[in-house]
T-cell receptor
Framework: EADIYQTPRYLVIGTGKKITLECSQT?????MYWYQQDPGMELHLIHY???????EKGDLSSESTVSRIRTEHFPLTLESARPSHTSQYLC?????????????FGQGTRLTVV | AQSVTQPDIHITVSEGASLELRCNYS??????LFWYVQSPGQGLQLLLK??????LVQGIKGFEAEFKRSQSSFNLRKPSVHWSDAAEYFC????????????FGTGTLLAVQP
């Protein structure tokens, strides 16, 4: 069983509010990721991190920001939420080895901006 | 460009029937291939993965997949579907490297009829 947790699971918030989506993993993985998933669409990588103090933009441009101050924690922040940010956000982590390893996913946060 | 195509958006099968979900990929180097399953409101769970070696890989829940390099395919199969298999299935490809990024297909939604 993967030990990666996201909170909140569901969030409805008004336009202009600042929000932070939490993601924590207890597996000691160096690499962490944020994906955005719209209904019926594929997952798009929006942020990733190699380790502490390392963050990079993903393939899909996003107005969100991330930080990685601790290995186990990779929060995502939207300074001013807009309806266009309504989506599901999935956090994942993987081991740092020489070859590709599978990513373990959290249960996701479904964000609705009204 | 790297990409994953899942041609079937939605498939319905009867319980007990066999299942095959298609996945085609485009990747410049040796691909690492994955199948994930997502139940409603949940994160993604890894079903199986292919890194190298035997082209027929076994996964959890009775699923298997076959890597066919000549066809750039990695189709998922199950000989007898159970009602609990109803979910969305995602194929993903990755190339390893420092980022360990995965590229996902758009998913196939599986419905199971009693």
């Amino acid at each position: 069983e993967a030990d990666i947790y996201q909170t909140p699971r569901y969030l409805v918030i008004g336009t202009g509010k600042k929000i932070t989506l939490e993601c924590s993993q207890t597996m000691g993985h160096d690499k962490m990721y944020w994906y955005q998933q719209d209904p019926g669409m594929e997952l798009h990588l929006i942020h990733y991190s190699y380790g502490v103090n390392s963050t990079e933009k993903g393939d899909l441009s996003s107005e969100s920001t991330v930080s990685r101050i601790r290995t186990e924690h990779f929060p995502l922040t939207l300074e001013s939420a807009r309806p266009s940010h309504t989506s599901q956000y999935l956090c994942a982590s993987s081991e740092s080895r020489g070859r590709l390893t599978e990513a373990f996913f959290g249960q996701g946060t479904r964000l609705t901006v009204v | 460009a790297q990409s994953v195509t899942q041609p079937d958006i939605h498939i319905t099968v009867s319980e007990g029937a066999s299942l095959e979900l298609r996945c085609n990929y485009s990747y410049g180097a040796t691909p690492y291939l994955f199948w994930y399953v997502q139940s409603p409101g949940q994160g993604l769970q890894l079903l199986l993965k292919y890194f190298s070696g035997d082209t027929l890989v076994q996964g959890i829940k009775g699923f298997e997949a076959e890597f066919k390099r000549s066809q750039s395919s990695f189709n998922l199969r199950k000989p007898s579907v159970h009602w609990s298999d109803a979910a969305e299935y995602f194929c993903a490809v990755g190339g390893g490297g420092a980022t360990n990024k995965l590229i996902f297909g758009t998913g196939t939604l599986l419905a199971v009829q009693p």
